[in-house]
């Protein structure tokens, strides 16, 4: 008799060790030729038998059922044909063998299904499969339980988000650090998206141009969206704060959710065009939208009225940008006052240095508290001095803490960076303002006015405004002309 061999792993793990494939062969080519087979054809492949799709062996079953003649048909064991007692494929064979068309033989196991095969047989043949599917839902219901416990712990079970990575810590064993360099890209797409300077496809041609990273839109969309950049892990529809440091704060995260939904509500065709303006402007007197349109080559911003006529004045983008940037004419500091304000803030920054070190050590000190009690936590529940519910809401309470402590120190080290920097990086954009405003591409621009201007309203040609801290205070000192030495 003609025969067809099986061989089948659930992983390829399990083909790259060189193992299993050819152990299962060599058992079925031994036991062919103690039985006499003639090999007409040698499958080996890797694919789960525990669920419904299994392209690889519909190709086998598809190769056994053109056979015009009775062949057999070898498996190492049976649940090398299938973990699954509702397996349609297992049926067909059956049959099949039951009709004297195919024999079955399971090698390892010592089973032939044929057509003589007997009442106890069949019984044997149904307890295999049976046994079959139990071992694959033993080793599920353990990797979920061993899953829950990793949530429980704050361990994140599978690859993480872009921005993090896995680096090996023992020879078996990974762990989720920080990448440097993506998690300063998510950062800062979550910056420049805040500002709503940027439809979607803007802020993919900015990440590319800044840092030669070419996202999709979709990858582009989920990175958006993606809670685990601030301490939260997504499984299973569940949410669960994870342990690992955070890129963003969910302050930002939720911003830049209401820039997504404000986005969602425009009309599509008007989201990506080049207007200044769109947007940024208000009506000074019903307090509607003023729009853009495109007329013989220039671009007109009109209120749209839709409350009812009140004779709203066209007016052309040039104007608005000539009055705007006047403002920004106005922000420049004599650099007398300039050096003397950045070296007061240098004073001022050792001070905070100092608090800030203090503060650090606290934190850092806390942490190694809660870590040390964690640890004692651990052994009260193998000697069995707790129950398994005081360890699980005592370990949830100190891990909520050191959540918190992480946080904490993030912000002090973006504090540590930004409280100097910032307040210097600020005078020093005031006095270039004017000259970025005028060189910058549109969604610069758009950045640079909110960062400056707020409530911006267009009443009778004239826009009005109210300006952001700091940069009211100087404005109104140029307005005054208070610069004066002394």
Not at 253 to 278: C, E, H, L, M, W
Not at 421 to 428: C, G, H, P, S, V
Request: glycine share 4%; aromatic share 12%.
């Amino acid at each position: 008799m003609k025969s067809i061999y099986v061989a089948r792993v659930s992983d390829p793990s399990q083909v790259d060790a060189g193992n299993s494939l050819p152990a299962q062969m060599a058992r079925m080519e031994k036991y062919g030729q103690n039985k006499g087979f003639e090999i007409l054809k040698k499958f080996s492949y890797d694919e789960s038998a525990y669920k419904t799709k299994r392209n690889d062996f519909d190709n086998i079953l598809d190769f056994i059922l053109e056979q015009k003649e009775k062949v057999a048909v070898c498996f190492d064991k049976v649940d090398r044909l299938s973990r699954n007692v509702f397996d349609k494929r297992v049926a067909i064979l059956y049959e099949r063998a039951l009709k004297d068309e195919v024999e079955l033989h399971f090698v390892s196991d010592g089973q032939v299904i044929n057509s003589q095969l007997s009442a106890v047989e069949k019984f044997n043949f149904s307890i295999s499969l049976g046994l079959a599917k139990y071992y694959s839902d033993a080793i599920s219901d353990n990797v979920k339980r061993a899953q829950e416990q990793m949530l429980r712990m704050g361990t994140y079970p599978a690859r993480p988000s872009y921005g993090y990575k896995r680096e090996p810590i023992s020879k078996d064993k990974t762990e989720i650090v920080v990448d440097d360099f993506a998690s300063k890209v998510v950062h800062k797409a979550y910056e420049w998206y805040a500002t709503s300077s940027f439809s979607m496809e803007l802020l993919r041609q900015k990440i590319k141009s800044e840092y030669g990273v070419d996202w999709s839109k979709g990858m582009t969309d989920k990175i958006l969206k993606d809670h685990f950049y601030y301490g939260v892990m997504t499984w299973n529809k569940k949410q669960y704060k994870h342990k690992y440091p955070p890129i963003i704060t969910k302050e930002l995260f939720n911003q830049v959710q209401q820039v997504k939904a404000s986005f969602n509500k425009k009309p599509f065709k008007y989201a990506g065009k080049p207007y200044i303006y769109r947007g940024l402007l208000r009506c000074g007197h019903c307090g509607l939208a003023v729009t853009p349109e495109k007329h013989k080559g220039h671009v007109y911003y009109h209120c749209t009225q839709y409350n009812g006529k009140h004779g709203a004045d066209w007016l052309r983008e040039e104007t608005i940008t000539e009055q705007i940037g006047d403002v920004f004419k106005r922000l420049q500091i004599p650099d007398w006052v300039l050096e003397k304000v950045v070296g007061n803030l240098s004073n001022l920054h050792q001070d905070k240095m100092d608090f800030h070190n203090k503060q650090l050590d606290k934190l850092n000190d806390d942490n190694k508290t809660l870590t040390k009690m964690m640890d004692n936590l651990y052994l009260d529940k193998l000697k069995g001095r707790i129950t398994d519910d005081e360890y699980d809401k005592f370990f949830q309470s100190f891990h909520e803490q050191k959540a918190d402590i992480a946080t904490r120190l993030g912000m002090l080290q973006e504090a540590e960076d930004n409280y100097y920097i910032t307040a210097k990086y600020l005078l020093e954009l005031a006095n270039r303002a004017y000259e970025l405003f005028k060189s910058s591409e549109v969604e610069e621009r758009r950045q640079l006015i909110k960062l400056v201007l707020s409530n911006l309203r267009v009443e009778d040609k004239i826009v009005r405004y109210d300006a952001i801290k700091p940069f009211d205070t100087i404005l109104n000192y140029a307005e005054r002309q208070a610069w004066l030495p002394g």
